[in-house]
């Protein structure tokens, strides 16, 4: 009993020791993150798509204005070239799968393209944002927001052209 005593005490002392003498500091590191469109009901934001040129592909957002659309296969060959196309409502953004139990929690969204592409929110005519190759704009629980494009194929060729739209959001209001 007395040695079952003994090693306790040594276990509990040198416990003591260690954690009396570890030196612990806080450490706080910055990591970026890309997140693909999932169809999960714990994200952030929805997209859905609205025009027939828009569908989800393996969980993203494609735009495809081409004979190989899956929603018109083999018509249209695409855009004509030294033209202008305005889109409205290719896709909407939803605030609908945040938990708010009954509460309003807004949701600042950010829309990023590149050229030729250019992004506008609500309609073309009166845009709560945009258009521009950046916009953001506040989508609210249960009011979803359309987002718009403009294609500008002034002075390119013939061909496919493949671009990005990145996508984010944050919780609360933009400013």
Known sequence: MNKLFGIALFLAGLMLAVGAGANFRYFEANRDMS???????????????????????????????????????GYGEGLSTDSIYVFEEMFNVSNELWENAQQDYPICVTVKAESPVKVFAGTYNSPIAGPDYQI???????????VGMIFNNTGLSSGEHQFQIDVSAVAGECH
């Open 35 to 73: 997140v693909a469109i999932v169809s999960d009901d714990s994200e952030l934001i929805d997209l859905t798509p609205v025009q027939p040129y828009v569908y989800l592909n393996n969980g993203k957002l494609t735009v495809e204005i081409s004979s190989n659309n899956p929603s018109y296969p």
């Open 136 to 146: 953001s704009f506040t989508v609210y629980h249960g009011q979803p927001v359309s």
